[in-house]
């Protein structure tokens, strides 16, 4: 995905514009400017399995709940989420906020939040998550090397995650 190009994800109230892309880094570093509408939804706690995050804000303020503790980050805060560390950043304000983010190596992330924005677009996916269980365990299956959810358990998620995934693919329910 090119520098300039745009992800809109609905379902989050959130744009990205791409930065500097996996390709353009050697999949050293996805970097993407991230524009949170007021009032954005919440999203599910989450770890990246071996992925850094770093965030500034660039603009609004943010709600951020890093390992358990919350706080507002605003306008020249920066913040470090190493791998593994469960997380969740969101705009619960009420102007728009404006975020760099970085994600350290990029892996897949592009691919995923662009599918995740296109679901959303589609009516596929809602600030709740996916209105299809089985798409969605196939979603998280797929990218769980990007995105863990924290819920359900992750022994849960090793054994049913698969198992969903393989039913939604025999259904045609691919993300």
Same mark, same amino acid.
């Given at each position: 995905?090119?520098?300039?190009?745009?992800?809109?994800?609905?379902? /989050?109230?959130?744009?990205?514009?791409?930065?500097? %892309?996996?390709?353009? $880094?050697? =999949?050293?570093? #996805?970097?993407?400017? @991230?524009?949170?509408?007021?009032?954005?939804?919440?999203?599910?706690?989450?770890?990246?399995?071996?992925?850094?995050?770093?965030?500034?804000?660039?603009?609004? /303020?943010?709600?951020?709940?890093v390992?358990?503790? %919350?706080?507002?980050? $605003?306008? =020249?805060?920066? #913040?470090?989420?190493? @791998?593994?560390?469960?997380?969740?950043?969101?705009?619960?304000?009420t102007?728009?906020?404006?975020?760099l983010?970085?994600?350290?190596?990029?892996?897949?992330?592009?691919?995923?939040?662009?599918l995740?924005?296109?679901?959303?677009?589609?009516?596929?996916?809602?600030?709740?998550?996916?209105?299809?269980?089985?798409?969605?365990?196939?979603?998280?299956?797929?990218?769980r090397?990007?995105?863990?959810?924290?819920?359900p358990?992750?022994?849960?998620?090793?054994v049913?995650f698969?198992?969903?995934?393989?039913?939604?693919?025999?259904?045609?329910?691919?993300?």
């Amino acid at each position: 995905m090119p520098t300039g190009d745009v992800i809109s994800n609905p379902a /989050a109230k959130m744009t990205l514009r791409v930065v500097r %892309s996996a390709g353009e $880094t050697n =999949g050293e570093l #996805l970097e993407l400017e @991230a524009t949170y509408e007021p009032g954005s939804v919440e999203p599910l706690e989450h770890f990246h399995p071996s992925q850094d995050e770093h965030f500034e804000v660039l603009a609004g /303020a943010m709600e951020a709940r890093v390992a358990g503790e %919350s706080r507002t980050l $605003t306008a =020249g805060d920066e #913040l470090d989420v190493p @791998a593994r560390v469960v997380h969740a950043m969101w705009n619960g304000g009420t102007e728009t906020a404006r975020v760099l983010w970085q994600t350290r190596p990029a892996l897949r992330t592009e691919e995923f939040l662009t599918l995740v924005a296109r679901l959303a677009q589609e009516g596929k996916l809602t600030s709740k998550g996916a209105r299809d269980p089985l798409l969605g365990a196939a979603l998280m299956h797929e990218y769980r090397t990007e995105f863990r959810p924290t819920n359900p358990p992750g022994p849960v998620q090793a054994v049913a995650f698969p198992a969903l995934a393989a039913v939604a693919r025999i259904l045609g329910r691919r993300p």
